[in-house]
């Protein structure tokens, strides 16, 4: 075998084209660059599935969101565009809990998350129990698109902005009239702010359901003359 006979001593490499000749350097060659792309799609696919999709399974292509956490200073946007508010605070798409678990603390009750991600839903509870707020906050496996937002007042919503129109859809539909949705990354491409908060990354947007329904009748009334 190729191997022993490499062991034996003054063995040497083949010529170019010969069985066991390398290229000098380590380059790879064909074979082992095809190993190579095989190897990390597989690895890619494999977190894709095992660690950020999970769950998933019953929810369109089209509408699935992976994992990509809010950045510190994103959660202090969110939650200044929420202060003071009264009800039900919701993110959907919780992820690790880290907006739940802040907005708790800023004295928004009940807070609660739907996620669906099952190793996510872990994290969180883990963070809830760590921070005190064990049995006070909840997170809960849901699909987001499921589920009857008619109760609650301040919705948060860290998604990509291709979910944005089939989720306007969904929170004018369901929300109370006095709800606020506070979107971070991506604004909502057809609604009017009510206010926003920071630069570029960090930047967030509120938006009052009664004036953003105001606005979507009155383009609807336009359209029709
Ligand atoms: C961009 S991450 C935001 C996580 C968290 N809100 C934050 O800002 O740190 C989106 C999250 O939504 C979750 N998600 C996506 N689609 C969902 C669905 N249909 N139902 C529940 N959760 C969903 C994903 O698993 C992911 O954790």
Redesign the pocket.
């Known amino acids: 075998m190729a191997m022993d006979r490499a062991m034996e001593p003054g063995w040497e490499p083949g010529e170019p084209g010969e069985p066991g000749w390398a290229r000098p350097g380590g380059a790879l060659g064909a074979r082992g660059l095809l190993a190579l792309a095989v190897a990390s799609g597989a690895a890619v696919w494999a977190t894709w599935a095992v660690l950020l999709m999970p769950g998933?399974r019953r929810?369109p292509l089209r509408?699935?969101?992976?994992?990509?956490?809010?950045s510190p200073r994103?959660v202090a946007n969110s939650l200044a565009l929420l202060r003071g508010r009264a009800g039900k605070t919701v993110?959907?798409?919780?992820?690790?809990g880290?907006?739940v678990l802040e907005a708790y603390k800023q004295g928004l009750r009940p807070a609660l998350g739907?996620?669906?991600?099952p190793w996510?839903l872990c994290l969180a509870n883990y963070r809830a129990w760590k921070a005190g707020y064990h049995g006070k906050v909840s997170f809960l496996k849901?699909?987001?698109?499921k589920v009857n937002l008619s109760d609650c007042h301040n919705v948060?919503v860290?998604?990509?902005p291709s979910v944005k129109p089939p989720l306007a859809s969904k929170l004018l539909a369901e929300l109370p009239d006095d709800a606020r949705v506070v979107a971070?990354r991506y604004p909502f491409p057809s609604w009017t702010p009510s206010s926003t908060l920071g630069q570029g990354l960090d930047q967030v947007w509120a938006y009052d359901i009664k004036e953003v329904r105001r606005e979507v009748q009155g383009s609807a009334q336009q359209s029709q003359l």
């Open positions: 998933f929810v509408l699935q969101v992976p994992f990509q956490p809010s994103q993110d959907l798409g919780s992820g690790d880290r907006l739907y996620e669906l991600n996510l849901k699909d987001l698109w948060i860290f998604l990509a971070g």
